[in-house]
């Protein structure tokens, strides 16, 4: 069964800074991965997609990579503000159509 | 990407009582998905819901308790049947489109 892991649980950050969330996956037959943001009591926000032939993404201040060889990814968040501080979180899916397999995340606090 | 809404979005409910969670998606999708969010934890499958077909439940997740209706390609209900305190979580739909997934707003349910 595909194990996703995330690495920190938590982590805060005075803004401006740039940090990088990491996410571990144990089966590297994966389809593609996913990047959400959910903010408190709220839905997911869809970040990023990579498919597993791409190395990264980018968007806006956000960067993901993908080393599936590895089973892992990392997401990238420049400049930091007070305005990405919600939880990320890692997703992965087998198959298209297939439903993912989620990490437990990262709760993110920028601090003004 | 996908429109989707929940209703309602959220609600307390006594135990013992049922709550039906609808989900509508903009435009048809083949499958369907329900996620159950307990609090301070990531999200878990309960079932992939077809059209014109039962839904298929994951391990730990029963007919019985969460029963799941998919009349056409843009509604799905979630019945959480029979509810205790433990059924306490944020119910999440999603649908996948272009290899890509989606989530409606979530419905954040407290059973007292």
């Known amino acids: 069964k595909q194990e996703v892991t995330q690495i920190p649980a938590a982590l805060s950050v005075p803004e401006g800074e740039n940090l990088v969330l990491n996410c571990s996956f144990t089966?590297?037959?994966?389809?593609?991965l996913q990047w959400f943001r959910q903010d408190p009591g709220k839905g997911l926000t869809s970040l990023l997609l990579i498919q597993s032939s791409q190395r990264e993404q980018t968007s806006g201040r956000l960067n993901a990579s993908l080393d599936k060889s590895s089973g892992r990814s990392t997401l990238y968040i420049a400049a930091s503000q007070p305005g990405d501080s919600a939880t990320y979180l890692c997703?992965?899916?087998?198959?298209?159509?297939?439903?993912?397999?989620f990490g437990k995340g990262t709760s993110l606090l920028v601090t003004p | 990407s996908a429109v989707i809404s929940q209703k309602p979005s959220r609600d307390i409910c006594q135990r013992g009582t049922s709550l039906t969670i609808q989900c509508q998606v903009d435009?048809?999708?083949?499958?369907m998905f329900w996620y159950r969010q307990q609090p301070g934890q990531s999200l878990t499958l309960i079932a992939t819901?077809?059209?014109?077909?039962?839904?298929?439940?994951e391990s730990g997740f029963v007919i019985d308790k969460f029963p799941i209706s998919r009349p056409n390609l843009t509604f799905s209900t979630l019945t959480v049947s029979n509810m205790s305190p433990e059924d306490s979580s944020i119910y999440l739909c999603?649908?996948?489109?272009?290899?890509?997934?989606?989530f409606g707003p979530g419905t954040r349910l407290t059973v007292l």
């Open positions: 435009s048809q999708v083949t499958m």
């Open positions: 819901a077809n059209q014109g077909s039962e839904a298929t439940y």
């Open positions: 999603s649908v996948a489109r272009r290899n890509e997934q989606f």
């Open positions: 089966d590297s037959a994966i389809y593609n």
């Open positions: 997703a992965v899916n087998i198959a298209t159509g297939y439903a993912l397999n």
